[in-house]
């Protein structure tokens, strides 16, 4: 436990803002949590898109390159929020790909489950004001809202995603868009842009907050499907994109090392990858607008994180405040027109119009090749457990006058459960029952830490996509369409493209590894897929089940009805 080194951290930084009597002795803590960024999406891990605030962060702060999370939202939400792994903490799975069998089962409540405790719950018996604005996703009823999980306050989300201009939902998934304000239904302005509308509300929050330190959480709604921005914000980037995704890997991979980020390694590749240079003219104009309208949406999440930088700083609060930066997971790579009954829902739905994209009332998505792009030099993307759906930027930013090694990159595995010990440290919070990960401050200070012991074994699993981390080295599987449902093993620091198989060259380690998974499995309550499991289909089950019988139950009923009256009627005429 580092309790005691960030006590005397707290205490250096008390001396250094003595003049300022009215700023709290404990740190604020800003933690920022992105949707859908892929690893190289940030400026500061190379990338073309214009993020200045958050690189700001990163040049202040310290820049992890082996960052773990789960393959989706609401289970890394889960991990980064109580410091126990998605299945400890209930979202074994999500309500959006979970299997009817797996529903209720120990830890498949598909929510934060109860008796689980939150980091806000933690800071809050500290002293600490426990704010929260945006995506939520960890359950939608009364005791499953963060107001009743340990926020004070809380604008929230308890869906994966939600128009980012108007107050609708996403309408193939969902009925209406679930924004609660402390608990009870938000109203919300009729036009808005959900990045702007987060940071407002974390603002009118933090205001309201008198002498104590605050604990904010802004659960940003960028760059989840459906992706949109500003025609302005667009324009940035209309001909950045027409090279292809190929090209935009090459200069990834070239920027995340010149970024210092990761050493020159061979890149991983994904079968989805499409032939840009096999693509008509009219499809390249498509997919290239689509990229712009994600790096405009990027860029226009940034310029709010620095509204609310350049807020704290007016209030005399940012010398005070620490702030984490994280996405959830890697870059959404799901196509809603991949069938025709989901092509034809969806244009039914939505306004399609190739030069239309991100504009209100459309539905935008960068599908498997710009995803798997955004992750170079990494393989795969969200909802896979190779490493560009689980290995995400983070940033940890200490305020000026505490410690830190500031600019600096860590290489050493770490994982979304180092969160909250993390947080608790700096924060000076001595309760640590029931927490499984480590804490990141001795790194904070020395790059070249360890983290984790190298024979500590960590175990993700979702939707039957697995991996475990051991030391260097990982033991990952996953299932079709991500993979071929057998284990493989890499080192993923020589290797983190994830292009050499090491289950043939070093097989005691991939047995010990397999045999350690298993136990790790057992003690979760890990359950194994039903049978020709796959998660895009169970995601349009789920959503027929949730959203189409519902509607068509009253009409099939009528109909029946209808048709039994037709035919007493004409017995009767018979009689």
């Known amino acids: 436990m580092h309790f005691k080194l960030a006590a005397l951290l707290l205490a250096a930084s008390a001396l250094s803002v003595s003049a300022q009597p009215a700023a709290p002795t404990r740190p604020n803590i800003v933690l920022i949590i992105a949707d859908d960024w892929g690893f190289s999406d940030p400026g500061s891990y190379g990338s073309e898109i214009a993020t200045p605030n958050i690189d700001a962060l990163a040049r202040q702060g310290t820049r992890f390159a082996n960052f773990h999370v789960a393959a989706s939202c609401s289970p890394t939400r889960a991990m980064l929020l109580t410091g126990v792994n998605n299945h400890r903490a209930g979202l074994g799975n999500m309500p959006e790909t979970i299997p009817p069998d797996h529903q ?20 809050k018996r500290a002293g600490y004001a426990t704010l929260y604005a ?30 980012n201009w108007e107050n609708k939902p996403n309408r193939l998934l969902y009925e209406r868009a679930d924004w609660t304000r ?52 667009i324009a940035q980037y209309r001909d950045r994109y027409r090279a292809g995704w190929r090209a935009l890997r090459d200069s990834r991979a070239a920027g995340v090392v010149q970024a ?6 061979p ?15 009219d499809e390249k104009a498509r997919w290239a607008r689509t990229m712009a309208v994600y790096g405009g949406m990027a860029t226009a999440m940034d310029r709010e994180v620095g509204r609310l930088i350049a807020h704290l700083k007016a209030r005399g609060q940012y010398d005070n405040t620490l702030f984490v930066f994280v996405s959830d997971n890697g870059a959404e790579a799901t196509n809603p027109e991949a069938t025709p009954f989901t092509t034809a829902m969806t244009r039914l739905l939505y306004d399609m119009t190739p030069d239309r994209q991100g504009q209100p009332g459309t539905l935008t998505y960068i599908g498997a090749s710009w995803a798997s792009a955004v992750a170079s030099p990494l393989k795969g993307y969200k ?124 097989p005691a380690r991939f047995a010990a590894m397999q045999a350690a998974w298993a136990q790790w499995a057992d003690a979760n309550q890990v359950l194994p897929m039903p049978d020709g499991y796959d998660a895009p289909a169970q995601i349009h089950a789920n959503a027929l089940n949730d959203l189409l019988w519902p509607r068509l139950a009253p009409i099939l009923a009528s109909l029946w009805l209808l048709l039994v009256g037709l035919w007493i009627g004409r017995r009767w005429r018979q009689a």
């Open 134 to 163: 945006g995506k939520w996703h960890l359950g939608h009823d009364a005791g499953d809202l963060p107001t009743a999980r340990g926020w004070d306050h809380a604008q929230a989300l308890s869906q994966s995603g939600a128009d």
């Open 182 to 233: 402390d608990g009870k239904t938000a109203k919300l302005p009729r036009r808005f842009y959900s990045s702007t509308l987060i940071v407002d509300e974390a603002i009118a929050q933090i205001d309201g907050v008198k002498d104590q330190p605050f604990f904010a959480t802004l659960g940003f709604l960028a760059n989840h499907i459906p992706v949109q921005a500003s025609e302005a914000d």
């Open 104 to 123: 209720g089962k120990p830890g498949y409540n598909a929510v934060l489950a109860p008796g689980v405790t939150t980091l806000a719950q933690r800071l």
């Open 267 to 281: 890149r991983g590749t994904m079968d989805s990858t499409r032939n840009w240079a096999a693509l008509p003219a």
């Open 383 to 506: 909802f896979s457990t190779w490493e560009g759906g689980v290995r995400v930027p983070f940033i940890v930013t200490l305020p000026p006058a505490m410690a830190q090694a500031r600019g600096s990159v860590v290489a050493a595995p770490a994982h979304a459960v180092d969160l909250v010990p993390t947080l608790l440290d700096l924060a000076a919070v001595a309760e640590r029952d029931a927490l499984e990960g480590q804490s990141l401050l001795p790194a904070l200070t020395d790059p070249a830490a360890t983290i984790h012991p190298a024979d500590e074994a960590i175990g993700h699993e979702l939707s039957g996509n697995a991996v475990l981390y051991q030391g260097n080295h990982k033991l990952v599987k996953n299932l079709p369409p991500y993979g071929d449902g057998a284990w493989h093993l890499h080192d993923i620091m020589a290797d983190p493209g994830e292009t050499r198989d090491l289950a043939t060259a070093d």
């Open 260 to 265: 210092g980020v990761l050493p020159p390694a």
